[in-house]
Each structure stands twice: as C-alpha cells, then as structure tokens.
C-alpha cells in the first residue's frame, strides 16, 4: 500500500476514558517506521500515566522530535485542571476533548497532517463544558464548516451507513426524507469508489417492518424511502430498497451488498457490532477532511487498569492511512 508522506493525528479522547491507553499500546506494537507518522493531540502526562499503566514501551516526546526508537510524538494542548483522574466523569474532560479535536482539525486543515483518528470522548462530559453537540461527527462538522456529516461504520464483510445518527427514533423517521436518503447513498457511493470498488453495489434498509407492508404498518418506506432510492438510480447508482431490515443485513454480510444505508443509528450500529465488534471503524464522511475512530466507547469501569483492548484502534489507524494514501494520489 502506497503511503502518505504526511502524519496521522490521533486526538486522545477523554483523558478520564481508556483513550490514552489504547493509543499507547496501539503505538507500541506498531512498526517503528508507521509509529513515525502518527502525532498523538493530547496530554504528555495522561499519557506517561497510561504508559505506565499498561507497560508500552514508549516515550512521549515533542511533535517535533526527529525519530527515535519508542518515541511516541506528540503535540501537547494545555488544559487547566489537568491530569485528571482515571474513571471519573469531569467537565474539564469533556473541556479537553473538545480542544484536542479542534487542534487536530487546525493541524489537518492546514495540511500538516494528512488526517485524524479519534479516542472515545463522553458526550455528557462535552456538554457540561459547554460543548454542545451530539459527538465526533456533529463536532467535525462545525469545526470544517461542513454543512452536514454521515457516519459510516466499515469491517470487512459489513459496512454501514445511517441516515441519521445521535437523535430520537421519532426525530430519524422525520429526518428519513428522499433528499437526505439520496445524499447518503451518494457519500457512501463516492467513499467506496475511493477505497477501490467500481461498482459498488448498494442496499437501502426499510424503516418500518416488513418496509411497511404496503401500507399496513405505515407508509413512510413508500413516501420517504423509496423515492430517495430512485433519485439515487437516475444517478447510474448500483442501489436497491427499501429491503426489510430483518434480512437485509444477513444478506449484505453474506456478500450480496457492499453497503447498507441504515435509518437510524441502532438499526446499523447492532448488527455492525455484533459481527465486528473489535475490528469496525467509524468514520466520517462528507467533512473536507479524514476522519476515522474506534467504535466504543470512553469505558470509564477499565480506564487506569490498563485493560482496554486496542485492536480497534489499531484497525482505526490503518483505515485512516489507507485513505491518507488515497488522498495523496489524487
């Protein structure tokens, strides 16, 4: 795989969650040479205590330093009242969160770095601090200036994108319209062209049982789905649906599908999670930037044991260098 000359920033999250931690064991099993091109945005002294926790191997040192063995690079953002504690729910997390992605969306809109790969952050925390968002993808898109963003969860034989994410079932149904379906079957589109798909082959998941029945359980995959779908075929789009959820994600991790358009946000997240636990990326599109995460969460109940698995983050990293590569051909 072709790589980026640039460095990846991997903002660390909460520093009350297990983000620091999966990033430093994740950094140290990494090949020095792919360990070089990653800048953590974060806290020098969270880290160093989730070094010490874990045992990883590395040194936190300027991100400016020339590479060395175990040199864990890093770009430091001041935040009063830190380190904090691990495990406890803090508005100066959520304080901290919020800086070390707007550094690492300063970084990457100018072109240091190449793109972002995000820690967990606590959304109750965010908001205590006064930052009021629904978490990464609504943040990412006030930060870029973009006018809206879609979340795609992608592992190898199932990928998933929503509709709509982080609002009521009542408010995803209303948000469902054909022009909203549309532009989220054309972001998925567009997304699996980059990573190499020519045709890819789309499915678009009911929101009613039975997609409605035609009529007997509601009409909105009739009124609001199905229209969307056609709007997406006049483009040339390889897309089908409404297909009844209850079989459609079997189907698409059987390989008749590259991508499900999901409604809402557990009607994609439960199968995705269930099939791909460990190894699913969340990443965002429609931003002029990158984005990729881990798909869990801060999990207050192991930060400082030094537990955490950080197979996600390593699977968050590859995707976000892939689509590095693949920014830095075109």
Known sequence: MATASKPIAITMGDPAGVGAEVIVKAAAELPEAVRDQIIVVGSIETLEKAIAVTGANLKPGHADAPPSANLLRVEHVHVDGMPLPFGKLDPIGGEASYRYIARAVELTTAGTTAGIVTAPINKEALNLAGHHFDGHTGMLAHLTGARSSFMLLASEKLKVIHVSTHVSLKDAIGRATPQRILETIRVGYNHLRRIGYDNPRIAVAGINPHCGENGLFGREDDEQVAPGVELARAEGID????????????????????????????????????????????VSLGLPIDRTSVDHGTAFDLAGTGKAKHVNMLAAIDYARKLAASRAQT
């Open 239 to 282: 897309v089908v649906g409404p297909i009844s959820a209850d079989t459609l994600y079997y189907r698409a991790h059987s390989g008749a599908f590259d991508l499900v358009v999901a409604q809402y946000h557990d009607q994609g997240h439960i199968p995705i999670k269930l099939v791909a636990f460990d190894t699913a990326v969340n």
